[in-house]
């Protein structure tokens, strides 16, 4: 039996296509963030990146310093042939707790709805350590209870508890523009270090 939260499990999910949280595109929530974004030299780093359509979006637009991270070899070789101009040495193969650099700006897109729940206040630490002073962590969380995960879900009050200790500004509120299947059951968030 797989360990579904080890990345032989996430890795065989890649290869299989069962990938139901993918939306073949970049979410509209965080392209309407990217897209007021006017500093392109932003180091970006999208962990649990996937198939990473928010880096090959940010990459058309011209950031230059955008970092994707996975377990997940295969999803992370897939994007590389999908993107072949996209910098190498900016596509980790690495577990997020294992990480060590230093950036602008943290983009969630169905990492945090991944893990173990009882890894979330790590995760809060660890995105923490890995923003520089001012830096913020931006994207979607799940607003919704799942029977079965992952996706683990949660709620607003919940997941203030796992990130309050480690981030000075904190906007956590229901996405206006998520897509249709998941209207009123997604979280825009934005952190501030």
Known sequence: MIDNLSDE???????????????GEISPPIR?????????????????????HEATYLHQKGFTDVHILDFAKDAVDVFLKNNPDFPKEQAHVVNLFDFDAEFDLIIEQTLFC?????????????????????????????NKEFLDGPPFGGNKAEYLDFFESFFDSIYMEECYNSIEPRQGGELFIRMVK
């Open 114 to 142: 991944a893990i173990d729940p009882n890894l979330r206040a790590n995760y809060g630490q660890k995105t923490s350590e890995l923003l520089r002073k001012g830096g913020k962590l931006v994207g979607l969380l799940f």
């Open 32 to 52: 309407a963030y990217v897209d007021q974004l006017n500093n392109k030299h932003l180091r970006i780093l999208i962990p649990g990146s996937g198939n990473a």
């Open 9 to 23: 499990y996430w890795n065989k999910r890649y290869v299989d296509g069962t990938t139901g949280w993918d939306l």
